[in-house]
């Protein structure tokens, strides 16, 4: 069964932002995983971004101008929102590797940087079925556990910190630094909560 009438455009715009966020996760997770040239990798990463911002302001314009939208207006900019949120939080958290001088990476970033890139991937494939959506709410389940273990990793990175830091300046870095490594799977699994809404409200 088909959720929602065609309109190639929109579902365009919202595979290309997830697959934009997708590169970008992948770019981070990358260089927590290998951590050198960070300046140059953390300006590709804000390139990403703005590039996000501008799918993000066409996804807007296009609601703006459509009289007859493929499913809710609430819920198309709620979902464009989602999205760009969730590349906002990419950027920021490679930007604070600049701002904050980081010298290396550490196994708490790179595993949620990795939790990050897993919800990515799945809202590619979700946002790939918005038309046909027959596992859609798998993926919503999906996101939500990762939200709980980044959550979970979150809780046991900065529990270390404080037990093996004694650099005040450096506990402030990193508490911060996975803080919003693990709001960005808050965000995914708020990307989660709009699909979920759209489906049901067609069923």
Known sequence: MQLIPRDEKFYDLFREQAENIHKAAGMLKELFDDFRDVEKRVSEIKFLEHKGDQLTHQLMMKLNRTFIT????????ALGSALD???????????????????????????????IVHGTE??????????????MLEYC??????????????????????ENTTAPVEIIKWKEIYEVLEATTDKQEDVADVLEAVVLKAA
């Open 141 to 162: 389940e999906q996101l939500a556990l990762i939200e709980e273990e980044a959550d979970r990793i979150k809780g046991e990175c900065v529990a270390r910190l404080f």
């Open 85 to 115: 949120d969730v590349m906002d939080l990419v950027d920021a958290a490679a930007s604070r590797l600049v701002t904050y001088k980081v010298k290396q990476a550490t196994p708490g970033a790179q595993q949620l940087s990795k939790v």
């Open 122 to 135: 799945i809202i590619v494939k979700a946002v790939a079925q918005l038309s046909h959506p027959q596992n």
């Open 70 to 77: 493929p499913f809710d207006r609430e819920d198309i900019h």
